[in-house]
C-alpha cells in the first residue's frame, strides 16, 4: 500500500460567496522512501496540496489515505494524532518559538505526544546534533542566522521519528548557498530511508529529487524524474 494515496481529491472553499476550486480532482500516490517534490506556479493548488499531505485539512471531497489511515473525513483530533506520530514538517518561515532555545523549540512535538522530560531532552539534543547544531543548543532564534534557523526546523520535524518529512519552500527564505545546504540535508534523510516530500514553485529545487509532480489548475498535469526528464521539462514545469 503506498503511504500517500489521493483518489479523486477537491478542495472547494467558499471567498465572498464565490466557489474557489484549489483542487480540481488530483490523483496520486507516494511509496515509502521516495524523494518527491509537487511543483507549480502561484495559483496551482500546490499549497492547498500540500496543507490536505501534512494532515492539516481534509478535503472537501474524495478518498485521502496518509500512512494507512483513511482521513478523508477525519476530525481535527484524528489530524492532529496523524500528523504529531507520522509527519514532520519543515516551514518556509521556519515557525520557531522566539523564547525557548534550539532545543527547548525541538522538544516541542514531543509534549505533545506525552514524553517524559528526561526523555525528551536527551532525544531532542541527539536530533540537534544530527543537523550539526551541538555549539548552538542553548542559543536561542533570534542569536542564528537562517540556514541555522531552517536546521532547527528540520530537527523538530524528526524528532518524532516520522514516516514522512514535508518541506513547505524550505530554501525560499535563505541565500542560494544555505538553500543548498539545506536540500544536501534533506537527500541525506532521503538516502537513510526517510519519505521526504518538498513543495516549490522553483525547478532547480524539484531537481534535486527523483519524482516531480507538476500542479496545475488544481489538477496533477504530469509526473517525471528529473534525472531523466527532456533538459526543458524543469523549465516548463516553472513557468
Given amino acids: 500500500m503506498p503511504l500517500v494515496h489521493l483518489q479523486d481529491v477537491r478542495k472547494t472553499y467558499v471567498l465572498g460567496g464565490q466557489e474557489i476550486h484549489a483542487l480540481a480532482g488530483v490523483d496520486l500516490s507516494i511509496e515509502e522512501g521516495e524523494f518527491v517534490a509537487i511543483i507549480g506556479p502561484s495559483g496551482s493548488g500546490k499549497s492547498t496540496l500540500m496543507h490536505l499531505l ?42 520557531l518559538l522566539p523564547r525557548l532555545n534550539v532545543v527547548e523549540n525541538v522538544e516541542v512535538p514531543l509534549i505533545y505526544s506525552g514524553m517524559a522530560a528526561r526523555e525528551r531532552r536527551e532525544r531532542a539534543e541527539a536530533v540537534v546534533r544530527r543537523v550539526g547544531l551541538e555549539a548552538r543548543m542553548r542559543n536561542r532564534p533570534t542569536q542564528l542566522s537562517g540556514g541555522q534557523c531552517q536546521r532547527v526546523a528540520i530537527a523538530r520535524a524528526l524528532v518524532n521519528n516520522p514516516r514522512i518529512v514535508f518541506g513547505d519552500e524550505p530554501t525560499g527564505n535563505l541565500d542560494s548557498h544555505t538553500g543548498e545546504l539545506i536540500l544536501g540535508i534533506f537527500a541525506e534523510l532521503h538516502q537513510a530511508g526517510r519519505t521526504v516530500v518538498l513543495v516549490t514553485h522553483d525547478p532547480e529545487i524539484a531537481a534535486v529529487t527523483h519524482r516531480v509532480i507538476e500542479i496545475r489548475d488544481g489538477r496533477v498535469r504530469r509526473e517525471y524524474d528529473p534525472r531523466t526528464a527532456p533538459p526543458d521539462a524543469a523549465k516548463i514545469a516553472g513557468h
Avoid: W, Y
Fill in 54 to 95: 501534512g494532515c492539516l485539512d481534509t478535503p472537501t471531497s474524495g478518498k485521502m489515505e496518509i500512512c494507512g489511515h483513511d482521513l478523508s473525513s477525519a476530525s481535527s483530533d484524528e489530524l492532529s494524532g496523524v500528523r504529531n506520530r507520522e509527519i514532520g514538517f519543515v516551514f518556509q518561515s521556519f515557525n
